[in-house]
């Protein structure tokens, strides 16, 4: 399979769950990145991993956990969510230090929380 | 992280060319300008990137003029598929600074 891939692509959980999301990226990039995206609001970076470290951590509140084991996976581990959390969660992979600043963008994870 | 401002909204009959503009006035020297392209319940998908003058590929043409404080996204003879949300990045994707999308512009293409 090619580009970057997230399973589920529709994940519907209770306030009280505990659920996560998985991105794999297949093409040897050295970067991935979480976003959110709310129905008509602007895409939200929430984390970026770059060689596996965490760099970015845009003030998220701690019900969202992620995590890279290495640079083709990362997961988002949900718990506790709120009904606002419902959103389109999307993966991205870029290779960074080099001339193209192109991200690479999954299907996304269509989460809705009851 | 140079802030861009761009049209909420565009309408355009099928066949036009479509040109969507983007403002970035504190664009920085080493910033690149990126474009993508994104349709409801997807992840946005690359269209074309540049530096300055004219850029062009098989989907897109980017126009930067001298002082690069704007570009202009140009799309020839556009289709209903062309219906989607556009936006305008400005930056370097360097994993400390990554790129920010702002609203983008939605553009509906009408038969």
């Known amino acids: 399979e090619t580009g970057v891939t997230q399973t589920p692509r529709h994940l519907v959980m209770g306030m009280t769950n505990k659920k996560s999301l998985k991105c794999e990226q297949h093409l040897g990039h050295n970067a991935m990145y979480w976003y959110k995206q709310s129905a008509k609001k602007p895409l939200e970076l929430m984390f970026v991993?770059?060689?596996?470290?965490?760099?970015e951590n845009n003030s998220v509140p701690s019900r969202f956990s992620p995590e890279c084991p290495n640079s083709s996976h990362l997961f988002l581990h949900l718990h506790t969510l709120q009904p606002e959390d419902s959103a389109l969660y999307l993966c991205?992979?870029?290779?960074?230090?080099?001339?193209?600043?192109?991200?690479?963008f999954g299907p996304g994870t269509r989460l809705t929380v009851t | 992280l140079a802030k861009t401002t761009q049209p909420i909204s565009m309408d355009s009959y099928e066949g036009q060319e479509v040109n969507i503009t983007c403002s970035h006035n504190?664009?920085?020297?080493?910033?690149?300008i990126t474009w993508y392209q994104q349709f409801p319940s997807q992840g946005p998908r690359f269209i074309i990137q540049?530096?300055?003058t004219k850029v062009t590929n098989e989907v897109a043409s980017l126009f930067i003029p001298a002082d690069r404080k704007s570009s202009t996204l140009s799309l020839p003879r556009v289709s209903l598929s062309d219906t989607a949300v556009y936006y305008c990045?400005?930056?370097?994707?360097?994993?400390?600074?990554?790129?920010?999308f702002g609203k983008g512009t939605r553009l509906s293409v009408i038969a």
């Open positions: 990045l400005v930056g370097r994707n360097s994993g400390n600074t990554p790129l920010v």
């Open positions: 991993y770059n060689f596996k470290e965490q760099t």
């Open positions: 540049g530096y300055k």
């Open positions: 991205a992979s870029s290779q960074l230090a080099g001339d193209s600043y192109e991200q690479y």
């Open positions: 504190n664009i920085a020297t080493n910033d690149y």
